[in-house]
């Protein structure tokens, strides 16, 4: 595996201004610590970006795609924009939360679940998008959603 600063290096090239690979930067860190931002991924970022760690936790903390506390195995985000509060979102998140015994925002204790509502996932016209370990799954509604929890579980029918 190409370590981290010289990923971040084949990417820093590709822009004119280094400040414009911080959000791959911060994606890649991301996935190289676990599906999560610790306080190490901010100063490698910032070390082979040339800025500073407090930029770069700027920039991951206002985008919901940047998580800043440990994840579970199986991460669940609900969007709840417009369009998919207008379509059933707060009933997914709530079977979800029903299914999984834990509330938006937590993590199960085993550390095999994550449930998180977010701000948008780009599908307005496929409403409710839900992203499971990154993967959107379209239309979904609450009826949906055990059969997806059983699916992770490796229960599918």
Sequence with gaps: MIPLY?????LKAMYPDPRSAVMPALQLAQERHGGWLPEQAFREVADALDLTPAYCLSIASFYDMFRLEPVGEHVIEVCTN???????????????????GLGAGETSGDGAWTLRTV??????????VVAVNNRHRLH??????PGIVAELRGESA
């Design 6 to 10: 010289d990923r971040i290096q084949e």
């Design 82 to 100: 417009i369009s998919c509060g207008l379509n059933g979102a707060q009933q997914v998140v709530e079977a979800f939360a029903s299914e999984l």
């Design 119 to 128: 701000e948008c996932l780009g599908g307005c016209g496929w409403a409710t």
């Design 140 to 145: 979904v509604q609450a009826a949906d959603v």
